[in-house]
């Protein structure tokens, strides 16, 4: 192709020159046009594309699958105890990852998923957990809070709508999305109202629950690609579920009376004293059952869509005392490294963690008490210390109870 100006810059793969193309990128001794530059993109990306989905979907092998215990040692770092709780999502995630790799023989035995539910009081970690172990998967992960899911035609977001989240976090990867891990948060919230009918609709619970059942059974969904609501000239994602573990979250406060309720009934006979001594009265949530989540208000299809059930121990000041110090992101190592960052070295002695775990205990707040206590006491740091040229900060403890009082009488007054 004759060029017309021969000293005019061209590109170096089609050869146009620069009055030719809409844009030239000029490199060290070389030149190229924009349109290249998008053909080139096109090329590279259908080639991850196929590599990726020549290796299973993601860059793991079998053999270097976490094993459940490296799960639960990782999990160990972030969230103090609930050993049992991360035995349970050690393992379901270790399957997920099995069921991912299996070799597609129509001969072999199909390992079907297994969704998991936590139940656990407010502030015992189940957010933390979800929230921990995303960190250690090589799979998409998403979390999503079922309070604001309804019906489809009312006010709320649809059932879809947790797909698009999981689309989002892949940026829009169909075949990612498709081998993900959803985290339902505040499950209990879409309970049944009550077993009467009646005239009005139950739009955000056991409709949500119906709802629920397509995608944890497994099915193709049609997913609105931005959220809100469906319409008909809009442009759908079909996305199958098959392969999507879900696990779901809630504080079901209020089963412990449920459970009680049952644990009594059976407490009959000549055995029944020594079977109330066995009974642990103050943590009644370890005797959880699918049944329990019946007479809360889940529907028995979506109970048994969720076969895996475990619970989580409530916090007592030993264990609130070590969440407060001993993850890797602490509440307390989070202040250090905040005062760090401007070149001041901060010391809470130990009276003024203890004082923040017996506040936590008396508003019975759990660990995300901890924070709303410590920041209330460190306000006043944050806010001067920037600006002055201290370089060394003590917290006492006769500090931290002045501020959390004054705290305290600011809130009663403006109540």
């Known amino acids: ?8 810059p061209h590109c170096g793969f089609c050869g146009r020159s620069q009055s030719e193309v809409p ?5 060290l001794g070389c030149n190229i046009c924009s349109e290249c530059v998008e053909l080139a993109h096109g090329v590279v990306a259908d080639n991850v594309k196929h590599n990726k989905k020549h290796k299973g979907g993601f860059n793991l ?25 991360k035995k349970y999502l050690s393992v379901a995630v270790y399957n997920h990852y099995k069921r991912i790799l299996q070799p597609k023989d129509n001969n072999d035995v199909e390992i079907e998923k297994s969704n998991i539910i936590l139940v656990g009081r407010t502030g015992t970690g189940k957010t933390l957990l979800a929230k921990s172990i995303a960190k250690k998967l090589h799979v998409p992960f998403t979390i999503v809070d079922a309070t604001v899911l309804t019906e489809a035609g009312y006010v709320g977001e649809d059932i879809e709508s947790i797909l698009t989240r999981l689309l989002q976090a892949c940026d829009y990867d169909v075949e990612a999305a498709e081998r993900g891990i959803v985290f339902i948060d505040e499950i209990d919230k879409i309970a049944r109202k009550g077993d009467n009918p009646s005239i009005t609709r139950d739009v955000s619970g056991e409709g949500v629950q119906q709802g629920l059942l397509k995608l944890l059974e497994g099915s ?3 997913v609105p690609p931005q959220g809100g609501r469906k319409h008909p000239d809009q442009k759908m994602i079909p996305v199958n579920t098959q392969n999507i573990l879900f696990v779901c979250g809630g504080a079901f406060d209020g089963i412990e009376r449920k459970i009680a309720q049952r644990l009594n009934t059976h407490v009959v006979g000549f055995g029944s004293v020594s079977q109330q001594n066995i009974i642990d009265r103050d943590n009644l949530l370890q005797y959880i059952a699918p049944q329990d989540l019946k007479s809360f208000g889940l529907i028995p299809e979506i109970i048994g869509r969720l076969p895996i059930l475990t619970y989580l121990n409530p916090l007592d000041r030993d264990a609130l005392l070590r969440i407060l110090i001993e993850p890797k992101n602490s509440i307390i190592k989070q202040y250090i490294k905040l005062f760090a960052m401007d070149g001041v070295e901060l010391t809470i002695e130990d009276d003024v963690k203890e004082f923040i775990v017996d506040k936590a205990i008396e508003y019975k707040l759990g660990a995300r008490g901890l924070r709303s206590i410590a920041e209330s006491i460190m306000m006043d740091a944050m806010y001067d210390v920037p600006s002055s040229n201290e370089k060394n900060i003590i917290i006492t403890r006769a500090y931290a109870e002045e501020k959390l009082s004054r705290a305290h009488l600011n809130l009663h007054i403006g109540d």
Do not use: H, S
């Not at 192709?1 to 005019?8: F, V």
């Not at 844009?23 to 490199?27: D, E, K, N, Q, S």
């Open 61 to 85: 092998d079998i053999e270097d699958l976490p094993r459940p215990r490296e799960i639960k040692e990782f999990l160990d770092q972030y969230v103090i105890g609930q050993d049992e709780a």
């Open 220 to 222: 193709v969904v049609n």
């Open 1 to 8: 192709m004759a060029k017309k100006n021969q000293n005019e």
């Open 23 to 27: 844009l030239l990128l000029t490199g």
